[in-house]
């Protein structure tokens, strides 16, 4: 079992930044994908970034490409979603999800998700 816990969403003002916290728990956090999605009302849940916690696989949607930096503390085993440079489109809930490294594809569904958090870019 693994757990996510994220934290850091908010009201942010149209080019401010937030940075997104997720804290992972669980005996095999190690072997797990780390990945952020976000669903905005009315739209489909999608993509936004992932990282291992070697950090060798790394990958961002095109959407969010040069403004989004994902990371990961391996000691906090947390995983960090800087935004920069946001915009009104970018308000979703973000959520925090995990699926196995070997086996697993965000295909066919993560393995674990957290709760969300909520963030809301005003113009």
């Known amino acids: 079992q693994v757990q996510l816990v994220e934290s850091g969403g908010g009201l942010v003002q149209a080019g401010g930044s937030l940075r997104l916290s997720c804290a992972a728990s669980?005996?095999?956090?190690?072997?797990?994908?780390m990945g952020w999605f976000r669903q905005a009302p009315g739209k489909e849940r999608e993509f936004v970034s992932h990282?291992?916690?070697?950090?060798?696989?790394?990958a961002y949607a095109d959407s969010v490409k040069d403004r989004f930096t994902i990371s990961r503390d391996n000691a906090k085993s947390t995983v960090y979603l800087q935004m920069n440079s946001l915009k009104p489109e970018d308000t979703a809930v973000y959520y925090c999800?995990?699926?196995?490294?070997?086996?697993?594809?965000?295909?066919?569904?993560?393995?674990?998700w957290g709760q969300g958090t909520q963030v809301t870019v005003s113009s």
């Open positions: 999800a995990a699926v196995a490294v070997y086996g697993g594809s965000w295909a066919r569904g993560a393995d674990y």
């Open positions: 669980g005996r095999t956090v190690s072997a797990y994908l």
């Open positions: 990282i291992t916690w070697s950090g060798g696989r790394l």
